[in-house]
Nanobody, 123 residues
Framework: QVRLVESGGGSVQSGGSRRLSCAAS????????MAWFRQAPGKEREGVAV???????SYADSVKGRFTISRDNVKNTLYLQMNSLKPEDTAMYYC?????????????????WGQGTQVTVSS
């Protein structure tokens, strides 16, 4: 069992930066793939970035070069550094975890989810 709690959301102007954190608890954290998803009103949940236990990462095309996912396996914390934010990045951001090694940006394989943190980017 993995419990996830996100923080760091808020309002930011276009072009600004924000760092999200996800605190994880549970003895299996170190063996999980961790990911960030987002969901805007009226849209489906989409994968933003995923990272495996060895630090290999994959990103959605819409955030490549702007967002960076990282994890600290000692602190059991996942991060998402978001730079050059755009109004279209406005969404609820969710942290998720799954067992296994595949870098998957589909939400289906993920068993554990946080409650989400809202990010609003104004133009």
């Amino acid at each position: 069992q993995v419990r996830l709690v996100e923080s760091g959301g808020g309002s930011v102007q276009s072009g600004g930066s924000r760092r999200l954190s996800c605190a994880a608890s549970g003895h299996t954290y170190s063996s999980t793939c961790m990911a960030w998803f987002r969901q805007a009103p009226g849209k489906e949940r989409e994968g933003v970035a995923v990272i495996d236990c060895d630090g290999r990462a994959s990103y959605a095309d819409s955030v490549k070069g702007r967002f960076t996912i990282s994890r600290d396996n000692v602190k059991n914390t996942l991060y998402l550094q978001m730079n050059s934010l755009k109004p279209e990045d406005t969404a609820m951001y969710y942290c998720a975890a799954k067992h296994g090694w595949l870098l998957d940006l589909s939400p289906l394989p993920y068993s554990y989810w946080g409650q989400g943190t809202q990010v609003t980017v104004s133009s």
